[in-house]
């Protein structure tokens, strides 16, 4: 079993950056995979990132390419989405996922074991 925790949303504007963390209890974290993903009000929740057991692999959205980047760190359980030069249309609750098959990047919701509560970022414009 493993319990997720998010922190780090808030309120930014435009253009601004924040960095969400996930802690994770479990002596098993460092062999799952990790992803984040977001759901915006009316909307299904879609993918943003993952990263693999051992960070050898990384998948990211079209949508979020280049300005977000996830990191884990196994020693601290916790795994981290930095997000820069926020937009309005990111604004969402962004949930962290863990999947027992720590050696892929998987991109859908099915794939994944467990969630965190999930935390708003609002991007102002």
């Known amino acids: 079993q493993v319990q997720l925790v998010e922190s780090g949303g808030g309120l930014v504007q435009a253009g601004g950056s924040l960095r969400l963390s996930c802690a994770a209890s479990?002596?098993?974290?460092?062999?799952?995979?990790m992803g984040w993903f977001r759901q915006a009000p009316g909307k299904e929740r879609e993918f943003v990132a993952a990263?693999?057991?051992?960070?050898?692999?990384?998948n990211y959205a079209d949508s979020v390419k280049g300005r977000v980047t996830i990191s884990r760190d196994n020693a601290k359980n916790t795994v981290y989405l930095q997000m820069t030069n926020l937009k309005p249309e990111d604004t969402a609750v962004y949930y962290c996922a863990a999947t027992a098959n720590g050696f892929g990047v998987p991109t859908t919701t099915p794939r994944y074991d467990y969630w965190g509560q999930g935390t708003q970022v609002t991007v102002s414009s």
């Open positions: 479990g002596r098993t974290f460092s062999s799952y995979a």
């Open positions: 990263i693999s057991w051992a960070s050898t692999m990384t």
